[in-house]
């Protein structure tokens, strides 16, 4: 499975985006995926995921509020929806499909890995 991060770009704060993950060679409409991000100069950190059927989810408890994670299985693409944003949440976003069908938090069980889209919040 081959993934490709898209929909970063640069936005005011208190503004919205959406990314996309979007997978190619094969469908990860049974895996379980995942996004992560890296700031400059911080450790990567993980942002939402999403179970196979998009059933369960988990959001990062700094972002609950304003990140939703959902998938559309029939177009191969997951999506992070990033509302109020802060010029803390710029960074490198990464998305990663899991070996099984259920959702993870940890990047070790996350086999699959896309280039990441950067997003940058200026205030």
């Known amino acids: 499975v081959q993934l490709q991060a898209s929909g970063g770009g640069l936005v005011q704060a208190g503004g919205s985006l959406r990314l996309s993950c979007a997978a190619s060679r094969r469908t990860f409409s049974n895996n379980g995926v995942s996004w992560f991000r890296q700031a400059p100069g911080k450790e990567r950190e993980f942002v939402a995921a999403?179970?196979?059927?998009?059933?369960?989810?988990y959001t990062a408890e700094s972002v609950k509020d304003q990140f939703t994670i959902s998938r559309n299985n029939a177009k191969n693409t997951v999506y992070l929806q990033m509302n109020s944003l802060k010029p803390e949440d710029t960074a490198v976003y990464y998305c990663?499909?899991?070996?099984?069908?259920?959702?993870?938090?940890?990047?070790?069980?996350?086999?699959?890995w896309g280039k990441g889209t950067l997003v940058t919040v200026s205030s």
């Open positions: 999403i179970d196979w059927r998009g059933g369960n989810t």
């Open positions: 990663a499909a899991a070996l099984g069908s259920q959702a993870t938090t940890n990047p070790q069980n996350l086999r699959y």
